[in-house]
């Protein structure tokens, strides 16, 4: 079975920058969650989503970041403009809807470097 | 709310040594317990997980975990560990109600050493 698919795998790119990070979630799971892993923070929950509609956004740290589900089988995170505080690995994961006992499936995250 | 402290940043241990990694929550409601594991340039993978029932719970790769509720813990323990279990490892806890996430701990680095 194909896991969590996240693309790309690294991204460098110049502050300013508008960034697109996508993730293609295994197939049936229906929640969706968007994390962000740095040496400073660990990992830090940015988003999520059920059946493609966002539950809690409180974990984006500001309007830069924003974070669509058009469909089941996609989602993407942006970050318009970029700076390089946002320098970080960026993971997707992925389970089935049905309480907080399913377990979340990661992806291989996206590291991104803004310089 | 649910928080969780990972004693130790960073463990180093010779291999076919015993481990414990420790980890400790806090929560005003029943919990879900969970440890994954994280290779390098890999995403989380599950490691093993508490819902209900037996206090012990054994995970892959001959990890197990003990839930004490008195003292809010929930340690990771692997009796004799191999070169291949070097990584990072994360507690997590979650809420038993509603869509409540995981919250991570900020992980334990173990080092397998020959």
């Known amino acids: 079975d194909a896991g969590v698919i996240q693309s790309p795998r690294h991204e460098v790119t110049e502050m300013g920058q508008e960034v697109t990070l996508r993730c293609k979630p295994i197939?049936?799971?229906?929640?969706l969650f968007w994390y962000r892993q740095t040496m400073m923070r660990g990992l830090e929950l940015l988003i999520y989503?059920?059946?493609?509609?966002?539950?809690?956004d409180s974990g984006m740290p500001e309007d830069r970041f924003s974070a669509k589900m058009p469909n089941a089988s996609f989602s993407t995170l942006k970050i318009q403009p970029s700076e390089p505080r946002d320098s970080a690995v960026y993971f997707c994961?992925?389970?089935?809807?049905?309480?907080?006992?399913?377990?979340?499936?990661f992806g291989d995250g996206t590291r991104l470097s803004i310089l | 709310a649910q928080s969780v402290t990972q004693l130790d940043s960073q463990v180093p241990v010779f291999e076919e040594a015993p481990v414990e990694l420790r980890c400790n929550y806090s929560?005003?409601?029943?919990?879900?317990l969970f440890w994954y594991v994280q290779y390098p340039n890999q995403g989380l993978q599950l490691l093993l997980k508490?819902?209900?029932?037996?206090?012990l719970v054994k995970g892959i790769n001959g990890f197990e975990a003990e839930f004490n509720k008195s003292q809010t813990s929930f340690h990771l323990r692997k009796p004799s560990v191999h070169i291949s279990d070097t990584a990072e490892y994360f507690c997590?806890?979650?809420?038993?109600?509603?869509?409540?996430?995981?919250?991570f701990g900020k992980g334990t680095r173990l080092s397998v050493i020959a």
């Open positions: 994961a992925s389970s089935l809807a049905g309480g907080p006992n399913q377990p979340q499936h």
């Open positions: 989503f059920n059946n493609n509609v966002p539950i809690d």
């Open positions: 997590a806890v979650s809420g038993r109600s509603g869509n409540t996430p995981l919250v």
């Open positions: 929560s005003s409601v029943s919990v879900y």
């Open positions: 197939s049936g799971h229906n929640s």
């Open positions: 508490y819902l209900s029932g037996s206090t």
